[in-house]
């Protein structure tokens, strides 16, 4: 049997449902053009959203693998039985055990790019390794299950696939505009609903960095499409990866990585965000929870940004733009490695220090995510790291604080850039060093272990 190719199974799939355009972005892009390439991907939204539909080869494990073959997924799963219809047509239907009830993940649900083309989509015919999909507006939003309309059976989609995010809910993210104020906050009167589409955004850029792209320095591009449309309804400012509403709360991203299996993310070799944004590296991004502006200590002095370029506002960001000056209060800190039970398995802790009057030396012990796996260079494990207070709340005498760990960009030490993010809950007392203390042993010290005075910092 000849292979077939999806090209093939596309163009028959529009001559037999009677649509006379295709366009496919490998052949309708100069994939070896910069400049070409920049524009038309500015254009995802209305391409995919002006589409009569889109035929998503869900199935096919590459661009090289049609998706019309035999679709039985084998005898020891399911079986197909022949079945008169009640016009007496003679039909066949799919006899199988249902399981945990869940769908498995697709070949396409691993692949970056193609979170655009289903949540962009107005109409979708998709076909999977079990059954052919319609999606629309109406099955996303009339009580559906989460696949829409299927000739097959019906399964749910699982939390931890990597598709759990089916569709942009364009009423949710409209709602925003009116939750922000003049001054591009989100009012507190207003904030249950504006935390929605928030925490919206956040699930499709955890579900979109989940997926692989063939190219890292894509990873801005990727999702700019989404971005765009995002920014047009909401009204909101888009900043490399952060909405400005909310900035406080997305500089706290962090990398998710399990401590019983670690997956090692190199830093990129090739430059794709400024540092403070999750852009700059690669691997599966989560988020805290949006905090309402009493929360937010760090003042935003001024953050700029420039797109690589000007045809394409919400990709790439140039090289050396994105510095973020904010005043805040810091505290020098040391970075440390714990071994867990596991052996060759260790978490990373942060010893924060402060000073007292007289002049002794107080710590506290917080949590830290790195954003990469790598050696500390010189000059930090000379001079330690800073780390940089963005949220707190009080708990009675109990205070939770979240920000940056930096380290300095230049032996200089003019600028930062941004090695993770830590995590503290606990006493406002710090506790003494034993060593430091005349009888040896680590007493308390009544003391706020970040400095009184904010100060002033630039990160890239």
Same mark, same amino acid.
């Given at each position: 049997?000849?292979?077939?190719?999806?090209?093939?199974?596309?163009?028959?799939?529009?001559?037999?449902?009677?649509?006379?355009?295709?366009?496919?972005?490998?052949?309708?892009?100069?994939?070896?053009?910069?400049?070409?390439?920049?524009?038309?991907?500015?254009?995802?939204?209305?391409?995919?959203?002006?589409?009569?539909? /889109?035929?998503?080869?869900?199935?096919?494990?590459?661009?090289?693998?049609?998706?019309?073959?035999?679709?039985?997924?084998?005898?020891?799963?399911?079986?197909?039985?022949?079945?008169?219809?009640?016009?007496?047509?003679?039909?066949?239907?799919?006899?199988?055990?249902?399981?945990?009830?869940?769908?498995?993940?697709?070949?396409?649900?691993?692949?970056?790019?193609?979170?655009?083309?289903?949540?962009?989509?107005?109409?979708?015919?998709?076909?999977?390794?079990?059954?052919?999909?319609?999606?629309?507006?109406?099955?996303?939003?009339?009580?559906? +299950?989460?696949?829409?309309?299927?000739?097959?059976?019906?399964?749910?989609?699982?939390? +931890?696939?990597?598709?759990?995010?089916?569709?942009?809910?364009?009423?949710?993210?409209?709602?925003?505009?009116?939750?922000?104020?003049?001054?591009?906050?989100?009012?507190?009167?207003?904030?249950?609903?504006?935390?929605?589409?928030?925490?919206?955004?956040?699930?499709?850029?955890?579900?979109?960095?989940?997926?692989?792209?063939?190219?890292?320095?894509?990873?801005?591009?990727?999702?700019?499409?989404?971005?765009?449309?995002?920014?047009?309804?909401?009204?909101?400012?888009?900043?490399?990866?952060?909405?400005?509403?909310?900035?406080?709360?997305?500089?706290?991203?962090?990398?998710?990585?399990?401590?019983?299996?670690?997956?090692?993310?190199?830093?990129? /070799?090739?430059?794709?965000?400024?540092?403070?944004?999750?852009l700059s590296v690669n691997?599966?991004?989560?988020?805290?929870?949006?905090?309402?502006?009493?929360?937010?200590?760090?003042?935003?002095?001024?953050?700029?940004?420039?797109?690589?370029?000007? /045809?394409?506002?919400?990709?790439?960001?140039?090289?050396?733009?994105?510095?973020?000056?904010?005043?805040?209060?810091?505290?020098?800190?040391?970075?440390?490695?714990?071994?867990?039970?596991?052996?060759?398995?260790?978490?990373?802790?942060?010893?924060?220090?402060?000073?007292?009057?007289?002049?002794?030396?107080?710590?506290?012990?917080?949590?830290?995510?790195?954003?990469?796996?790598?050696?500390?260079?010189?000059?930090?494990?000379?001079?330690?790291?800073?780390?940089?207070?963005?949220?707190?709340?009080?708990?009675?005498?109990?205070?939770?604080?979240?920000?940056?760990?930096?380290?300095?960009?230049?032996?200089?030490?003019?600028?930062? +850039?941004?090695?993770?993010?830590?995590?503290?809950?606990?006493?406002?007392?710090?506790?003494?060093?034993?060593?430091?203390?005349?009888?040896?042993?680590?007493?308390?010290?009544?003391?706020?272990?970040f400095t009184d005075e904010?100060?002033?910092?630039?990160?890239?």
């Amino acid at each position: 049997m000849r292979p077939r190719f999806p090209i093939q199974d596309a163009a028959t799939i529009c001559q037999r449902i009677g649509i006379h355009y295709l366009w496919i972005d490998a052949l309708c892009i100069i994939q070896d053009d910069p400049n070409d390439k920049s524009i038309e991907i500015s254009k995802m939204p209305s391409i995919y959203g002006g589409a009569t539909v /889109t035929i998503v080869a869900a199935r096919s494990p590459s661009a090289a693998d049609g998706f019309l073959g035999e679709r039985l997924p084998g005898l020891k799963e399911a079986a197909v039985v022949p079945y008169r219809c009640l016009d007496g047509e003679l039909g066949f239907i799919t006899l199988t055990r249902i399981g945990n009830g869940f769908e498995p993940a697709e070949p396409i649900d691993e692949r970056g790019w193609t979170l655009q083309e289903r949540l962009l989509s107005c109409r979708i015919i998709e076909f999977g390794s079990r059954q052919t999909r319609w999606i629309c507006p109406e099955t996303r939003s009339s009580g559906f +299950s989460n696949e829409g309309l299927t000739d097959g059976w019906s399964r749910d989609v699982n939390y +931890s696939n990597k598709r759990r995010t089916e569709g942009l809910d364009l009423d949710l993210i409209r709602a925003a505009k009116s939750t922000i104020d003049f001054y591009g906050r989100p009012r507190n009167s207003q904030f249950k609903e504006y935390l929605k589409a928030m925490e919206h955004w956040e699930k499709i850029c955890e579900s979109f960095t989940e997926r692989a792209l063939t190219v890292s320095s894509d990873r801005a591009v990727g999702i700019s499409g989404i971005a765009q449309l995002f920014a047009e309804f909401s009204g909101d400012q888009y900043i490399a990866g952060l909405w400005k509403s909310c900035f406080h709360s997305g500089l706290l991203w962090k990398i998710e990585r399990s401590y019983i299996d670690p997956k090692t993310q190199p830093r990129p /070799t090739t430059y794709q965000g400024p540092s403070w944004s999750w852009l700059s590296v690669n691997g599966p991004v989560s988020f805290d929870r949006v905090r309402r502006p009493s929360e937010c200590v760090a003042e935003i002095l001024s953050c700029e940004t420039e797109p690589a370029e000007e /045809t394409a506002q919400y990709g790439l960001v140039r090289e050396g733009s994105g510095r973020l000056v904010l005043a805040a209060h810091t505290a020098p800190a040391v970075r440390q490695k714990v071994p867990l039970r596991s052996p060759g398995k260790f978490k990373d802790e942060l010893m924060i220090m402060g000073f007292g009057v007289p002049r002794k030396v107080c710590y506290a012990v917080a949590e830290m995510h790195v954003d990469v796996e790598e050696e500390m260079d010189e000059v930090e494990t000379v001079a330690g790291c800073l780390v940089v207070e963005i949220c707190r709340s009080t708990h009675g005498d109990k205070i939770s604080c979240q920000g940056l760990v930096l380290r300095w960009s230049t032996p200089e030490r003019k600028t930062y +850039s941004r090695v993770g993010r830590f995590s503290y809950y606990g006493d406002r007392k710090g506790k003494l060093f034993p060593e430091l203390t005349e009888d040896g042993e680590p007493g308390e010290m009544d003391y706020d272990w970040f400095t009184d005075e904010p100060r002033v910092i630039e990160i890239i």
